[in-house]
Protein backbone atom coordinates (compact mmCIF):
# COMPACT_ATOMS: atom_id res chain seq x y z
CA UNK A 1 0.00 0.00 0.00
CA UNK A 2 2.82 2.64 1.06
CA UNK A 3 4.20 2.32 -2.93
CA UNK A 4 0.73 2.89 -4.58
CA UNK A 5 0.60 6.27 -1.84
CA UNK A 6 3.98 6.97 -2.96
CA UNK A 7 2.79 6.21 -6.64
CA UNK A 8 -0.01 8.17 -6.23
CA UNK A 9 1.41 11.12 -4.58
CA UNK A 10 4.40 11.24 -7.31
CA UNK A 11 1.87 11.78 -9.95
CA UNK A 12 -0.59 14.17 -7.86
CA UNK A 13 2.74 16.36 -7.71
CA UNK A 14 3.81 16.11 -11.14
CA UNK A 15 0.39 17.06 -12.19
CA UNK A 16 0.26 19.90 -9.83
CA UNK A 17 3.43 20.93 -10.90
CA UNK A 18 3.79 20.11 -14.85
CA UNK A 19 0.46 22.79 -15.70
CA UNK A 20 2.76 26.01 -14.23
CA UNK A 21 1.17 28.75 -12.60
CA UNK A 22 -1.18 31.36 -13.46
CA UNK A 23 1.31 33.69 -15.52
CA UNK A 24 2.29 36.67 -13.14
CA UNK A 25 0.63 39.61 -14.64
CA UNK A 26 3.42 41.83 -13.73
CA UNK A 27 5.80 39.48 -15.95
CA UNK A 28 4.61 41.59 -19.28
CA UNK A 29 6.29 44.85 -17.28
CA UNK A 30 9.46 43.42 -15.63
CA UNK A 31 12.55 44.69 -17.12
CA UNK A 32 11.14 47.54 -17.81
CA UNK A 33 12.58 50.41 -14.73
CA UNK A 34 10.07 52.40 -12.87
CA UNK A 35 11.79 55.77 -14.01
CA UNK A 36 9.15 58.32 -13.13
CA UNK A 37 8.34 59.12 -9.31
CA UNK A 38 4.49 59.37 -8.96
CA UNK A 39 5.06 63.08 -7.70
CA UNK A 40 6.48 63.99 -11.59
CA UNK A 41 3.91 62.12 -13.33
CA UNK A 42 0.92 63.94 -11.09
CA UNK A 43 2.51 67.17 -11.86
CA UNK A 44 2.97 66.10 -15.60
CA UNK A 45 -1.07 65.04 -15.61
CA UNK A 46 -1.88 68.20 -13.47
CA UNK A 47 -0.01 70.34 -16.06
CA UNK A 48 -1.99 68.85 -19.31
CA UNK A 49 -5.29 69.61 -17.20
CA UNK A 50 -4.18 73.45 -16.61
CA UNK A 51 -3.93 73.52 -20.42
CA UNK A 52 -6.91 72.00 -21.02
CA UNK A 53 -9.18 73.37 -18.22
CA UNK A 54 -7.65 77.19 -19.45
CA UNK A 55 -8.74 76.43 -23.13
CA UNK A 56 -11.89 75.30 -22.82
CA UNK A 57 -12.78 78.28 -20.12
CA UNK A 58 -11.19 80.74 -22.02
CA UNK A 59 -12.27 79.69 -25.96
CA UNK A 60 -14.95 77.85 -25.36
CA UNK A 61 -17.18 78.90 -22.26
CA UNK A 62 -15.97 82.78 -22.20
CA UNK A 63 -16.06 83.27 -25.96
CA UNK A 64 -18.76 81.05 -26.41
CA UNK A 65 -21.03 82.94 -23.89
CA UNK A 66 -20.68 86.20 -26.02
CA UNK A 67 -21.93 84.65 -28.93
CA UNK A 68 -24.87 83.43 -27.40
CA UNK A 69 -23.79 79.93 -26.60
CA UNK A 70 -25.57 78.25 -22.94
CA UNK A 71 -23.27 76.76 -20.32
CA UNK A 72 -25.30 75.31 -16.96
CA UNK A 73 -24.91 72.88 -14.25
CA UNK A 74 -27.90 70.95 -15.04
CA UNK A 75 -26.39 71.00 -18.60
CA UNK A 76 -27.35 67.31 -18.88
CA UNK A 77 -30.74 67.77 -18.05
CA UNK A 78 -33.05 66.75 -21.25
CA UNK A 79 -35.28 70.29 -20.88
CA UNK A 80 -32.12 72.12 -20.74
CA UNK A 81 -29.69 73.06 -23.51
CA UNK A 82 -26.28 73.84 -22.59
CA UNK A 83 -22.89 72.99 -21.92
CA UNK A 84 -21.04 72.07 -19.17
CA UNK A 85 -19.60 74.52 -16.96
CA UNK A 86 -15.42 73.85 -16.49
CA UNK A 87 -15.91 72.43 -12.90
CA UNK A 88 -18.31 69.83 -14.69
CA UNK A 89 -16.03 69.35 -17.66
CA UNK A 90 -13.46 68.05 -15.40
CA UNK A 91 -15.89 65.81 -13.53
CA UNK A 92 -16.64 64.32 -17.12
CA UNK A 93 -13.14 63.93 -17.84
CA UNK A 94 -12.74 62.47 -13.97
CA UNK A 95 -15.27 59.93 -14.68
CA UNK A 96 -13.89 58.67 -17.81
CA UNK A 97 -10.58 58.09 -16.64
CA UNK A 98 -12.37 56.21 -13.59
CA UNK A 99 -13.95 53.99 -16.88
CA UNK A 100 -10.90 53.12 -18.02
CA UNK A 101 -8.18 50.75 -16.65
CA UNK A 102 -5.95 53.46 -15.53
CA UNK A 103 -5.89 53.62 -11.63
CA UNK A 104 -6.23 57.19 -11.50
CA UNK A 105 -8.16 59.66 -9.71
CA UNK A 106 -9.05 63.47 -9.78
CA UNK A 107 -11.34 65.57 -7.80
CA UNK A 108 -11.82 69.23 -7.39
CA UNK A 109 -12.59 71.32 -4.49
CA UNK A 110 -12.31 74.45 -2.64
CA UNK A 111 -12.71 76.13 0.71
CA UNK A 112 -15.57 77.89 -0.79
CA UNK A 113 -17.54 75.69 -3.23
CA UNK A 114 -20.64 76.56 -4.87
CA UNK A 115 -21.72 72.73 -4.32
CA UNK A 116 -21.11 72.33 -0.24
CA UNK A 117 -20.24 68.73 -1.45
CA UNK A 118 -16.89 69.75 -2.62
CA UNK A 119 -15.91 71.99 0.41
CA UNK A 120 -12.42 70.40 1.94
CA UNK A 121 -11.91 68.45 4.79
CA UNK A 122 -9.01 67.15 7.24
CA UNK A 123 -5.93 66.61 5.74
CA UNK A 124 -7.25 68.38 2.29
CA UNK A 125 -8.22 71.37 4.33
CA UNK A 126 -4.80 71.53 5.93
CA UNK A 127 -2.83 71.18 2.72
CA UNK A 128 -5.04 73.26 0.61
CA UNK A 129 -4.47 76.50 3.41
CA UNK A 130 -0.66 75.78 2.61
CA UNK A 131 -1.25 75.91 -1.53
CA UNK A 132 -3.45 79.61 -0.95
CA UNK A 133 -0.18 80.68 0.84
CA UNK A 134 2.91 79.41 -1.96
CA UNK A 135 0.28 77.75 -4.52
CA UNK A 136 2.97 74.92 -4.74
CA UNK A 137 1.92 71.32 -5.08
CA UNK A 138 1.17 69.43 -2.03
CA UNK A 139 1.91 65.41 -1.66
CA UNK A 140 0.72 62.86 1.08
CA UNK A 141 0.79 59.39 0.97
CA UNK A 142 -3.80 58.49 2.01
CA UNK A 143 -2.79 55.41 4.26
CA UNK A 144 -6.47 54.42 4.36
CA UNK A 145 -6.96 54.17 0.72
CA UNK A 146 -2.92 53.15 -0.06
CA UNK A 147 -3.29 56.13 -2.43
CA UNK A 148 -0.37 58.71 -3.29
CA UNK A 149 -2.35 62.13 -3.37
CA UNK A 150 -1.19 64.81 -4.83
CA UNK A 151 -3.38 68.81 -4.81
CA UNK A 152 -2.23 71.02 -7.30
CA UNK A 153 -3.51 74.82 -6.94
CA UNK A 154 -6.69 75.89 -9.26
CA UNK A 155 -6.15 79.75 -9.87
CA UNK A 156 -9.29 82.33 -11.35
CA UNK A 157 -7.49 82.01 -14.85
CA UNK A 158 -10.32 83.38 -16.62
CA UNK A 159 -13.57 86.07 -16.41
CA UNK A 160 -15.56 83.61 -17.12
CA UNK A 161 -14.40 81.57 -13.31
CA UNK A 162 -14.70 84.86 -11.30
CA UNK A 163 -18.21 85.90 -12.76
CA UNK A 164 -19.93 83.11 -13.20
CA UNK A 165 -18.97 81.61 -9.36
CA UNK A 166 -19.65 84.92 -8.19
CA UNK A 167 -23.06 85.47 -9.45
CA UNK A 168 -24.13 82.11 -8.92
CA UNK A 169 -27.02 81.84 -6.59
CA UNK A 170 -25.86 78.75 -4.39
CA UNK A 171 -22.38 80.51 -4.06
CA UNK A 172 -20.59 80.65 -0.62
CA UNK A 173 -18.23 83.51 -1.90
CA UNK A 174 -19.22 86.51 -4.23
CA UNK A 175 -16.19 88.77 -4.19
CA UNK A 176 -13.33 86.51 -6.62
CA UNK A 177 -11.58 88.05 -9.01
CA UNK A 178 -8.81 87.46 -11.67
CA UNK A 179 -5.78 84.97 -9.97
CA UNK A 180 -7.49 84.07 -6.79
CA UNK A 181 -6.38 80.81 -5.83
CA UNK A 182 -10.41 79.30 -6.02
CA UNK A 183 -9.68 76.02 -5.05
CA UNK A 184 -6.98 72.96 -6.01
CA UNK A 185 -7.34 69.50 -7.98
CA UNK A 186 -6.55 66.36 -5.98
CA UNK A 187 -5.16 63.86 -7.67
CA UNK A 188 -4.42 59.78 -6.53
CA UNK A 189 -2.44 56.46 -8.06
CA UNK A 190 -1.57 53.36 -6.51
CA UNK A 191 2.43 53.13 -7.05
CA UNK A 192 4.80 55.35 -5.71
CA UNK A 193 6.87 55.04 -9.28
CA UNK A 194 5.74 54.32 -12.97
CA UNK A 195 7.33 52.83 -16.15
CA UNK A 196 7.80 55.40 -19.36
CA UNK A 197 4.12 53.28 -20.45
CA UNK A 198 2.74 53.44 -17.83
CA UNK A 199 3.35 57.21 -17.73
CA UNK A 200 2.12 57.68 -21.34
CA UNK A 201 -1.12 55.81 -20.69
CA UNK A 202 -1.90 58.22 -17.25
CA UNK A 203 -1.52 60.92 -20.02
CA UNK A 204 -3.54 58.91 -22.65
CA UNK A 205 -6.07 58.42 -20.66
CA UNK A 206 -6.23 62.11 -19.25
CA UNK A 207 -6.68 63.37 -23.12
CA UNK A 208 -8.90 60.51 -23.51
CA UNK A 209 -11.75 62.07 -20.77
CA UNK A 210 -11.32 65.50 -22.87
CA UNK A 211 -12.59 64.27 -25.63
CA UNK A 212 -14.97 61.90 -24.34
CA UNK A 213 -16.73 64.90 -22.47
CA UNK A 214 -16.34 67.15 -25.01
CA UNK A 215 -17.93 64.39 -27.52
CA UNK A 216 -20.72 64.29 -24.97
CA UNK A 217 -21.20 68.08 -25.33
CA UNK A 218 -21.19 68.05 -28.90
CA UNK A 219 -24.02 64.92 -28.83
CA UNK A 220 -25.75 67.40 -26.63
CA UNK A 221 -26.00 69.78 -29.08
CA UNK A 222 -27.08 67.52 -31.60
CA UNK A 223 -30.01 67.04 -29.77
CA UNK A 224 -30.89 71.18 -29.39
CA UNK A 225 -34.25 71.42 -30.36
CA UNK A 226 -34.92 75.16 -29.79
CA UNK A 227 -31.59 76.47 -29.52
CA UNK A 228 -28.77 77.59 -32.60
CA UNK A 229 -26.90 74.79 -33.26
CA UNK A 230 -23.07 75.95 -33.25
CA UNK A 231 -21.20 75.38 -36.57
CA UNK A 232 -18.82 72.46 -35.77
CA UNK A 233 -15.75 72.08 -37.77
CA UNK A 234 -12.15 74.26 -37.55
CA UNK A 235 -13.65 77.13 -36.39
CA UNK A 236 -13.72 78.20 -32.84
CA UNK A 237 -16.51 80.35 -30.37
CA UNK A 238 -13.87 83.57 -31.17
CA UNK A 239 -14.72 83.71 -34.95
CA UNK A 240 -18.05 83.13 -34.34
CA UNK A 241 -21.23 80.89 -33.99
CA UNK A 242 -18.69 77.96 -34.57
CA UNK A 243 -16.97 75.23 -31.83
CA UNK A 244 -14.07 72.97 -32.76
CA UNK A 245 -14.17 69.34 -33.26
CA UNK A 246 -13.06 66.85 -30.42
CA UNK A 247 -9.94 66.54 -32.77
CA UNK A 248 -9.48 69.83 -33.09
CA UNK A 249 -9.85 70.91 -29.23
CA UNK A 250 -7.39 68.11 -28.40
CA UNK A 251 -4.97 69.39 -30.89
CA UNK A 252 -4.81 72.84 -29.44
CA UNK A 253 -4.42 71.08 -26.14
CA UNK A 254 -1.50 69.19 -27.32
CA UNK A 255 0.20 72.13 -29.01
CA UNK A 256 0.46 74.75 -25.93
CA UNK A 257 0.98 71.59 -23.46
CA UNK A 258 3.30 69.48 -25.62
CA UNK A 259 6.81 70.96 -25.02
CA UNK A 260 6.59 70.94 -21.40
CA UNK A 261 5.06 67.22 -21.02
CA UNK A 262 7.53 66.13 -23.76
CA UNK A 263 10.56 67.77 -22.20
CA UNK A 264 9.51 65.18 -18.67
CA UNK A 265 9.19 62.36 -20.68
CA UNK A 266 12.37 62.73 -22.93
CA UNK A 267 14.43 62.70 -19.78
CA UNK A 268 16.16 59.56 -18.91
CA UNK A 269 17.45 58.79 -15.73
CA UNK B 1 -1.17 -3.76 -11.57
CA UNK B 2 -1.34 -3.11 -7.93
CA UNK B 3 -2.56 -5.74 -5.58
CA UNK B 4 -5.47 -4.75 -3.25
CA UNK B 5 -5.04 -5.93 0.24
CA UNK B 6 -8.65 -7.55 1.33
CA UNK B 7 -8.72 -5.62 4.08
CA UNK B 8 -8.03 -2.27 2.53
CA UNK B 9 -11.09 -3.59 -0.11
CA UNK B 10 -13.44 -1.24 1.63
CA UNK B 11 -11.45 1.76 1.51
CA UNK B 12 -10.11 1.57 -2.43
CA UNK B 13 -13.99 1.34 -3.00
CA UNK B 14 -14.92 3.84 -1.25
CA UNK B 15 -12.51 6.22 -3.00
CA UNK B 16 -13.45 5.21 -6.18
CA UNK B 17 -16.96 6.03 -5.18
CA UNK B 18 -15.98 9.38 -3.86
CA UNK B 19 -13.87 10.48 -6.64
CA UNK B 20 -16.87 9.10 -9.51
CA UNK B 21 -19.20 11.48 -7.20
CA UNK B 22 -16.64 14.13 -7.06
CA UNK B 23 -16.33 14.36 -11.04
CA UNK B 24 -20.34 13.82 -11.23
CA UNK B 25 -21.55 16.47 -8.95
CA UNK B 26 -18.52 19.25 -10.39
CA UNK B 27 -20.08 18.35 -14.04
CA UNK B 28 -23.43 18.76 -12.87
CA UNK B 29 -23.14 21.76 -10.52
CA UNK B 30 -21.24 23.81 -12.85
CA UNK B 31 -24.06 23.87 -15.51
CA UNK B 32 -26.22 26.98 -15.92
CA UNK B 33 -29.50 24.75 -15.47
CA UNK B 34 -27.92 24.16 -11.79
CA UNK B 35 -27.47 27.60 -10.99
CA UNK B 36 -30.21 27.94 -8.36
CA UNK B 37 -28.45 25.46 -6.35
CA UNK B 38 -25.16 26.59 -6.11
CA UNK B 39 -26.01 29.99 -5.24
CA UNK B 40 -26.23 31.19 -2.01
CA UNK B 41 -29.69 33.10 -2.21
CA UNK B 42 -32.09 34.44 -4.74
CA UNK B 43 -30.76 37.53 -6.84
CA UNK B 44 -31.64 40.88 -6.07
CA UNK B 45 -34.74 42.89 -8.19
CA UNK B 46 -33.89 42.62 -11.52
CA UNK B 47 -31.14 40.80 -11.30
CA UNK B 48 -33.32 37.50 -11.89
CA UNK B 49 -32.36 36.64 -15.03
CA UNK B 50 -28.56 36.89 -14.82
CA UNK B 51 -26.66 34.12 -14.81
CA UNK B 52 -23.49 33.05 -12.32
CA UNK B 53 -21.24 33.48 -14.71
CA UNK B 54 -22.04 37.57 -14.97
CA UNK B 55 -20.59 38.85 -12.18
CA UNK B 56 -18.56 35.68 -11.40
CA UNK B 57 -16.35 35.16 -14.12
CA UNK B 58 -13.68 32.36 -14.18
CA UNK B 59 -10.69 32.92 -12.97
CA UNK B 60 -7.24 32.86 -14.45
CA UNK B 61 -5.27 29.87 -15.36
CA UNK B 62 -6.77 25.94 -14.75
CA UNK B 63 -7.47 24.86 -11.13
CA UNK B 64 -4.12 23.19 -10.79
CA UNK B 65 -2.67 26.52 -11.94
CA UNK B 66 -4.38 27.70 -9.31
CA UNK B 67 -3.55 25.42 -6.64
CA UNK B 68 0.63 25.47 -7.98
CA UNK B 69 0.35 29.44 -7.88
CA UNK B 70 -1.04 30.04 -4.42
CA UNK B 71 1.02 27.28 -2.87
CA UNK B 72 4.06 29.16 -4.27
CA UNK B 73 2.35 32.21 -3.36
CA UNK B 74 1.86 31.12 0.28
CA UNK B 75 6.09 29.58 0.39
CA UNK B 76 7.24 33.10 -0.85
CA UNK B 77 8.02 32.32 -4.35
CA UNK B 78 5.94 34.43 -6.00
CA UNK B 79 4.41 38.03 -5.46
CA UNK B 80 0.91 37.73 -5.83
CA UNK B 81 -1.87 35.25 -5.00
CA UNK B 82 -3.91 34.65 -7.73
CA UNK B 83 -8.04 34.11 -7.41
CA UNK B 84 -9.26 30.34 -6.88
CA UNK B 85 -12.21 29.20 -8.90
CA UNK B 86 -13.88 32.44 -10.09
CA UNK B 87 -12.43 36.11 -9.73
CA UNK B 88 -13.51 38.02 -7.12
CA UNK B 89 -16.67 40.51 -7.94
CA UNK B 90 -15.71 44.39 -7.65
CA UNK B 91 -17.62 47.73 -8.36
CA UNK B 92 -16.40 47.30 -11.63
CA UNK B 93 -18.78 44.08 -12.20
CA UNK B 94 -21.79 46.06 -11.15
CA UNK B 95 -20.54 49.15 -13.51
CA UNK B 96 -20.50 47.42 -16.16
CA UNK B 97 -24.21 46.84 -16.73
CA UNK B 98 -25.21 50.03 -14.53
CA UNK B 99 -22.64 52.58 -15.05
CA UNK B 100 -24.16 56.47 -16.37
CA UNK B 101 -22.63 59.49 -16.78
CA UNK B 102 -25.17 61.35 -14.72
CA UNK B 103 -24.50 59.34 -11.65
CA UNK B 104 -25.37 61.63 -8.53
CA UNK B 105 -23.03 59.60 -6.19
CA UNK B 106 -20.87 57.59 -8.52
CA UNK B 107 -18.79 55.39 -6.12
CA UNK B 108 -15.64 56.86 -7.20
CA UNK B 109 -16.42 59.94 -5.91
CA UNK B 110 -16.02 58.72 -2.70
CA UNK B 111 -12.30 57.75 -2.94
CA UNK B 112 -11.55 61.23 -2.03
CA UNK B 113 -9.40 61.62 1.33
CA UNK B 114 -12.46 64.36 2.22
CA UNK B 115 -14.62 61.81 2.60
CA UNK B 116 -12.73 59.51 4.41
CA UNK B 117 -14.84 59.95 7.81
CA UNK B 118 -18.44 59.58 6.14
CA UNK B 119 -16.81 56.05 4.59
CA UNK B 120 -16.15 55.00 7.93
CA UNK B 121 -19.90 55.07 8.67
CA UNK B 122 -21.15 54.01 4.71
CA UNK B 123 -18.61 52.89 2.73
CA UNK B 124 -19.77 54.23 -0.59
CA UNK B 125 -16.88 53.36 -2.15
CA UNK B 126 -18.60 50.19 -3.71
CA UNK B 127 -22.42 49.20 -4.43
CA UNK B 128 -22.72 46.26 -2.45
CA UNK B 129 -22.50 47.97 0.98
CA UNK B 130 -26.16 49.38 -0.05
CA UNK B 131 -27.02 46.69 -2.55
CA UNK B 132 -25.64 43.10 -1.52
CA UNK B 133 -26.46 40.54 -3.58
CA UNK B 134 -28.82 37.39 -3.10
CA UNK B 135 -31.30 38.77 -0.67
CA UNK B 136 -33.93 38.92 -3.11
CA UNK B 137 -34.20 42.88 -2.56
CA UNK B 138 -33.39 46.10 -4.00
CA UNK B 139 -31.69 47.95 -1.11
CA UNK B 140 -30.22 46.24 1.85
CA UNK B 141 -28.83 49.49 4.54
CA UNK B 142 -30.29 49.02 8.09
CA UNK B 143 -31.64 52.76 8.29
CA UNK B 144 -31.96 55.45 5.80
CA UNK B 145 -30.09 57.89 7.81
CA UNK B 146 -26.96 57.69 5.22
CA UNK B 147 -27.18 61.29 3.96
CA UNK B 148 -26.37 62.90 7.61
CA UNK B 149 -22.96 61.72 6.67
CA UNK B 150 -21.89 64.02 4.25
CA UNK B 151 -25.23 66.56 4.21
CA UNK B 152 -24.75 67.79 7.57
CA UNK B 153 -24.00 71.78 6.73
CA UNK B 154 -26.35 71.66 3.76
CA UNK B 155 -28.49 75.00 2.96
CA UNK B 156 -30.84 75.71 0.27
CA UNK B 157 -30.57 79.31 -1.47
CA UNK B 158 -34.08 80.62 -1.67
CA UNK B 159 -35.44 77.29 -0.63
CA UNK B 160 -38.46 75.39 -2.18
CA UNK B 161 -39.51 72.92 0.25
CA UNK B 162 -42.38 74.19 2.32
CA UNK B 163 -40.21 73.12 5.40
CA UNK B 164 -36.74 74.16 4.69
CA UNK B 165 -33.99 72.02 4.31
CA UNK B 166 -31.86 73.69 7.33
CA UNK B 167 -35.07 72.94 9.79
CA UNK B 168 -35.22 69.36 8.48
CA UNK B 169 -31.81 68.59 9.51
CA UNK B 170 -31.36 70.59 12.49
CA UNK B 171 -34.65 68.07 13.81
CA UNK B 172 -32.52 65.74 12.20
CA UNK B 173 -35.18 64.13 10.21
CA UNK B 174 -32.53 62.30 7.86
CA UNK B 175 -35.29 59.43 6.29
CA UNK B 176 -37.18 62.64 5.08
CA UNK B 177 -34.43 62.97 2.34
CA UNK B 178 -35.26 59.66 0.86
CA UNK B 179 -38.84 60.49 0.31
CA UNK B 180 -38.10 63.00 -2.38
CA UNK B 181 -34.85 62.21 -3.96
CA UNK B 182 -33.43 59.10 -4.92
CA UNK B 183 -29.88 59.03 -4.20
CA UNK B 184 -28.58 58.04 -7.55
CA UNK B 185 -30.75 60.64 -8.99
CA UNK B 186 -32.17 58.34 -11.90
CA UNK B 187 -35.67 58.96 -12.40
CA UNK B 188 -37.45 61.93 -13.96
CA UNK B 189 -39.86 63.20 -11.93
CA UNK B 190 -40.93 66.40 -10.13
CA UNK B 191 -39.30 66.85 -6.76
CA UNK B 192 -42.30 67.66 -4.34
CA UNK B 193 -42.40 70.92 -2.59
CA UNK B 194 -44.79 70.45 -0.36
CA UNK B 195 -43.79 68.19 2.72
CA UNK B 196 -46.93 66.62 2.78
CA UNK B 197 -46.32 65.46 -0.90
CA UNK B 198 -43.14 63.72 -0.22
CA UNK B 199 -42.88 59.87 -0.93
CA UNK B 200 -44.41 57.68 2.31
CA UNK B 201 -41.89 56.04 3.92
CA UNK B 202 -43.93 52.56 3.68
CA UNK B 203 -43.46 53.26 0.03
CA UNK B 204 -40.23 53.79 0.02
CA UNK B 205 -39.34 50.23 1.91
CA UNK B 206 -41.40 48.55 0.03
CA UNK B 207 -39.79 49.69 -3.33
CA UNK B 208 -35.91 49.14 -1.32
CA UNK B 209 -37.29 45.40 -0.45
CA UNK B 210 -38.31 44.69 -4.30
CA UNK B 211 -41.60 46.53 -4.96
CA UNK B 212 -42.46 48.79 -7.33
CA UNK B 213 -41.02 52.07 -7.88
CA UNK B 214 -42.45 55.23 -5.73
CA UNK B 215 -40.51 57.60 -7.87
CA UNK B 216 -41.04 57.22 -11.25
CA UNK B 217 -41.57 54.67 -13.72
CA UNK B 218 -39.76 57.17 -16.51
CA UNK B 219 -36.18 56.44 -15.59
CA UNK B 220 -33.27 58.25 -17.12
CA UNK B 221 -30.60 55.25 -17.58
CA UNK B 222 -31.76 51.97 -17.92
CA UNK B 223 -29.05 49.14 -17.08
CA UNK B 224 -28.07 46.93 -19.53
CA UNK B 225 -29.71 43.25 -19.79
CA UNK B 226 -27.98 40.02 -20.00
CA UNK B 227 -28.00 40.34 -23.83
CA UNK B 228 -27.56 43.61 -23.91
CA UNK B 229 -24.06 43.18 -21.58
CA UNK B 230 -22.98 40.47 -23.80
CA UNK B 231 -23.05 42.54 -26.75
CA UNK B 232 -21.16 44.80 -25.35
CA UNK B 233 -18.19 42.03 -24.83
CA UNK B 234 -18.80 41.30 -28.12
CA UNK B 235 -17.36 44.91 -29.51
Partial sequence: ?269 | MFKISPLRKRQFFGSIIGVVLGGTMFYLLTLNSTDEYVSIGPMNTGHEDLSCFACHADAKGNLLQQVQSNISYAVGAREEGVDFGTQDVTVDNCLQCHDRPNDRHPTYRFSEPRFKEAVKHIDATTCITCHTEHKEERVSVASVNYCMNCHQDLEIENDPLDKSHKELISKESWSTCIQCHDFHGNHKYDVPKKMSDTIPMEAIQNYFDGGGDPYSQDKKYIALSLEGWLKTLDK
Fill in chain 1, 1 to 269: MKIIYKTLMLIGTTVLVSCGGVPEEKSATKGTENIFSVEEVLEMVAKENDVTRTLYTKAIVGKGKSQGMKFDEDWRKDDVEAGPLPALFLRGVATSIRKSPIPLGLYLGSDFPVNAANKFEGKQADLFDKIKKDQKPQFFYDEDQKLHTAMFVDIASAGACVSCHNDHPQTTKSDWKLGDVMGATTWQYPKDSLTYKETVEVLNSYAKGTVDIYVEYLNEIEAFKESEKPEIGNKWPAEGNYLPTAEVFLDSVKKISSYETMKHLMVTK
